[in-house]
């Protein structure tokens, strides 16, 4: 069964600051990758995607990620954060044949004005 | 376009009693998905359905949950008796034919405490 690490619990970043959340996957096959972004009160909602093709993959609002196979990590990037990206951040993983999504534990992002 | 509609949005139980929850998916999606989030942790999948039939159920612990989506459209999720462990978040999400180039959208939760 794959399985899916976010080693940051929790980042504190102050605006305009640059940002890289890490996630690291363990499973030998295919796979799809996503990160969810879950905003104060909100529902979880879809941030980026990748499937195949670019490795790096920009979502909504700035943010980007690149998929590295050989590192099977899949982090996300955004180079210049807001008060508003305040939220927690989930990366997670599905093998290409299934679908069958395994969440991280999440990222919580504090951006400070 | 309406988003995944859940309900209770709280419930507070003591152990041993039962409890249900009920979500409506988004119209016109064929595939619906329950989860579980604990504090702390990233949600788990319990249980995913195709319209009204079972494709993933692997990770639903059967002896006290039990779900259905009788007319593949809403469903329910039960717990019956809870445990303390049961205290969670429940989510539905629902996508529009279960593949994997789908967006999953979800709802906003049910939270449960088992006192």
């Known amino acids: 069964a794959q399985s899916v690490s976010q080693h940051n619990h929790h980042v504190i970043l102050s605006e305009a600051a640059s940002l890289e959340l890490g996630c690291n996957y363990s499973?030998?096959?295919?796979?799809?990758l996503f990160w969810y972004v879950q905003y104060p009160g909100q529902h979880l909602q879809l941030l980026l995607k990748y499937f195949s093709g670019d490795p790096l993959v920009k979502g909504i609002k700035g943010f980007e990620a690149e998929f590295i196979k050989s590192k099977f990590s899949f982090n996300l990037r955004k180079p210049s954060v807001q008060w508003s990206d305040t939220a927690e951040y989930f990366c997670?993983?599905?093998?290409?044949?299934?679908?069958?999504?395994?969440f991280g534990s999440g990222t919580q992002l504090t951006v400070l004005p | 376009e309406a988003g995944v509609a859940q309900s209770p949005r709280y419930k507070i139980i003591e152990k041993r009693q039962s409890v249900a929850f009920w979500c409506n998916p988004i119209s016109g999606h064929a595939t619906l998905y329950w989860y579980q989030q604990i504090l702390g942790q990233g949600p788990k999948l319990l249980i995913q359905?195709?319209?009204?039939?079972?494709?993933?159920d692997s990770q639903l612990p059967k002896d006290r949950f039990s779900a259905e989506r009788l007319k593949g459209v809403d469903s329910t999720l039960k717990i019956q008796p809870a445990k303390l462990e049961d205290s969670a978040v429940y989510l539905c999400?629902?996508?529009?034919?279960?593949?994997?180039?789908?967006?999953?959208?979800f709802g906003p939760g049910t939270r449960l405490t088992v006192l």
């Open positions: 997670a993983v599905e093998p290409g044949s299934a679908r069958q999504l395994t």
């Open positions: 359905f195709q319209n009204n039939g079972v494709v993933d």
């Open positions: 499973y030998g096959g295919t796979v799809n």
């Open positions: 999400a629902s996508s529009l034919a279960g593949a994997s180039t789908d967006t999953q959208y």
